[in-house]
């Protein structure tokens, strides 16, 4: 009896009733229970592997592209906008020059003269508690 122990699983045996037969001791190189000329099990294709991988890289790639191209175009909308803002806000600050100008009194004094009309004279108060008229139609009080 050996002190060593191979941990290995022995490959499943067709026929045979699996003592004696005179099975040489399996080779380094080999697996138990095979022989010479088999072919070995081959490793998974890794060419799917990388064809995977590089296809998910050239997604990520185009999408970034497309992100960034979105991001772009939203740049420009807002740098549009905003030159728009300036524009209009420089409008509305004329138009409100514009309306202050027009309702200066002075301005609307000297139109209404032009027209035709003339400045009133000052108006008279009556009390009603007193029964007094005050104000005087020549004096301005």
Same mark, same amino acid.
């Given at each position: 009896?050996s002190?060593?122990?191979?941990?290995?699983? @022995?490959? %499943?045996?067709? /026929?045979g009733?699996g003592?004696?037969?005179? %099975? %040489?001791?399996?080779?380094?190189?080999r %697996?138990p229970g095979?022989k010479a000329?088999?072919?070995r @099990?081959?490793? @998974?294709p890794?060419i799917?592997f !990388?064809l995977?991988v590089l296809?998910?890289l /050239?997604g990520?790639? +185009?999408a970034?592209?497309v992100?960034?191209s !979105?991001v772009a175009? =939203? @740049?420009?909308?807002?740098?549009?906008?905003q030159? =728009?803002?300036?524009e209009l806000a420089y &409008? $509305?600050?004329q138009?409100?020059?514009? +309306?202050a100008?027009l309702?200066a009194?002075?301005?609307?004094a000297e139109?209404a &003269?032009?027209?035709?009309m003339e400045?009133? &004279?000052a108006?008279?108060f009556?009390?009603? =508690?007193?029964?007094?008229?005050t104000?005087?139609a020549?004096?301005g $009080?």
């Amino acid at each position: 009896m050996s002190t060593r122990t191979d941990t290995r699983r @022995a490959p %499943a045996r067709k /026929g045979g009733s699996g003592k004696g037969g005179g %099975a %040489a001791p399996a080779s380094p190189g080999r %697996a138990p229970g095979r022989k010479a000329g088999a072919p070995r @099990a081959r490793p @998974a294709p890794r060419i799917p592997f !990388v064809l995977l991988v590089l296809c998910l890289l /050239g997604g990520a790639l +185009v999408a970034l592209l497309v992100l960034r191209s !979105v991001v772009a175009q =939203e @740049a420009f909308t807002i740098a549009s906008l905003q030159a =728009e803002n300036r524009e209009l806000a420089y &409008e $509305e600050q004329q138009r409100r020059n514009t +309306v202050a100008g027009l309702e200066a009194s002075e301005r609307i004094a000297e139109e209404a &003269e032009a027209m035709g009309m003339e400045q009133g &004279e000052a108006p008279l108060f009556l009390d009603p =508690e007193n029964g007094e008229i005050t104000g005087s139609a020549g004096s301005g $009080e």
